[in-house]
């Protein structure tokens, strides 16, 4: 199952790696305060220190939590560099990230609400994301240097 394949940053990395700005519309910018790693299987994702994005892979109204912050993160970035140049991999982390939150919820109640998001957000950036998708696509600097980066992290591990 995917969810086993998944490292996920503990929630304390994230509070402390992922800062949060208004714009001039006074709506939420995150940006990372530090690289973040996260292990899928065989793939080592490389957020770098500075990138910012808008969250919006969530809807707005809804409560933030530990897992929101974090699917649009990686939601996020996969999509403004396409590292793997693939959308569904990158809408897929709906599925993988609230499952895992729902397995490691200890009340029905947060089970059941994770559940939920786990459905409704991949189904949304099912959908709606393929312009934002499209806008990025074919930048390959980007896609360059996300790919150095976790590369000159694997160099590091072995």
């Not at 939420?28 to 996260?38: A, L, P």
């Not at 994005?53 to 970035?77: A, C, K």
């Not at 590292?83 to 809408?91: K, Q, S, T, V």
Request: net charge positive; charged share 25%.
């Amino acid at each position: 199952m995917l969810m086993n394949k998944i490292q996920l940053p503990k929630k304390a990395e994230i509070q402390r790696k992922i800062g949060v700005k208004f714009d001039k519309n006074d709506r939420y910018i995150y940006y990372t305060k530090q690289d973040i790693v996260i292990f899928f299987g065989s793939i080592i994702i490389v957020i770098p220190k500075g990138f910012q994005y808008d969250g919006v892979s969530r809807p707005y109204n809804m409560e933030e939590d530990y897992y929101d912050v974090l699917f649009g993160l990686i939601h996020d970035y996969g999509y403004k560099t396409q590292f793997i140049p693939a959308r569904a991999f990158w809408d897929s982390f709906a599925l993988v990230i609230y499952s895992v939150a729902a397995e490691n919820s200890k009340t029905i109640g947060k089970k059941i609400k994770y559940l939920f998001r786990k459905y409704a957000y991949y189904a949304t950036v099912r959908l709606f994301a393929f312009i934002s998708w499209s806008n990025n696509k074919g930048n390959l600097q980007r896609y360059a240097n996300a790919k150095a980066k976790a590369c000159k992290l694997m160099c590091r591990r072995k």
